[in-house]
């Protein structure tokens, strides 16, 4: 079946280091996808996006690379900080319409001050 | 904008009772979905609907009945609540296809 998933559960960084979080994918007909951040106790809060016709985009101190030869994709946070602690999902479409999300068990970021 | 909103926030019910979560939306979404959410697992989707009065299965449907009879609404129904069904329940809309899903705040249930 479909599935997305991450490869660490819990990440821990410094305060002001670089995080990155990676995430592995089996559909190959997925060409959306997109990184969630969850606090605790919230609904999942959109982070960026990429098509499968980019291999990067950027936002602001986050960067998501995608690399569909190998059917991978990464957040990288910039400067990390204590806001950053969440709970991040990558998901990617599926579906006739490709408008259903498979989502990624979680891993777990915290930011150590 | 209030966005994406929930009631109630938690439940607690008894095997085999009934209820409705209410999800409703003021973006204007054609597309609205709902997640369930567990311990140590990413959001599985239960149904979701494409237009007012239209409703699809998800991955884990089984258990639960949507409608939706006004666009700005989507209800998840169970009709007689097991214990599997303790969960996280999560809304979420998007204006189109392949689009952002925006989510509700959850709501939390316990079916002893």
């Known amino acids: 079946g479909e599935s997305v998933g991450l490869h660490l559960p819990t990440l821990s960084v410094q305060e002001g280091d670089n995080s990155i979080i990676n995430c592995a994918y089996s559909?190959?007909?997925?060409?959306?996808f997109i990184w969630y951040k969850q606090e605790s106790g919230k609904g999942p809060q959109f982070i960026i996006d990429?098509?499968?016709?980019?291999d990067k985009r950027q936002g602001q101190r986050v960067t998501v690379l995608l690399n569909k030869t190998v059917k991978h994709l990464s957040l990288q946070i910039a400067a990390t900080q204590p806001g950053d602690s969440a709970v991040y999902f990558c998901a990617g479409t599926w579906g006739e319409y490709g408008n259903k999300l498979v989502f990624g068990a979680g891993t777990i970021l915290r930011v150590k001050s | 904008n209030a966005g994406v909103t929930q009631t109630p926030k938690f439940r607690v019910l008894k095997t085999g009772q009934s209820m409705t979560l209410l999800c409703a939306q003021d973006m204007n979404h054609e597309y609205m979905y709902w997640y369930r959410q567990d311990p140590g697992m990413g959001l599985r989707l239960i149904h979701y609907s494409v237009g007012e009065g239209t409703t699809a299965k998800g991955e884990v449907p089984d258990g639960y009945n949507v409608s939706r009879l006004k666009k700005q609404n989507f209800l998840l129904g169970l009709e007689s609540a097991a214990p599997s069904q303790t969960s996280v329940y999560f809304c979420a809309s998007s204006p189109l296809i392949e689009d952002t899903q925006y989510f509700g705040p959850g709501t939390r249930l316990t079916v002893l």
């Open positions: 559909n190959s007909a997925s060409d959306y």
């Open positions: 990429i098509r499968s016709n980019m």
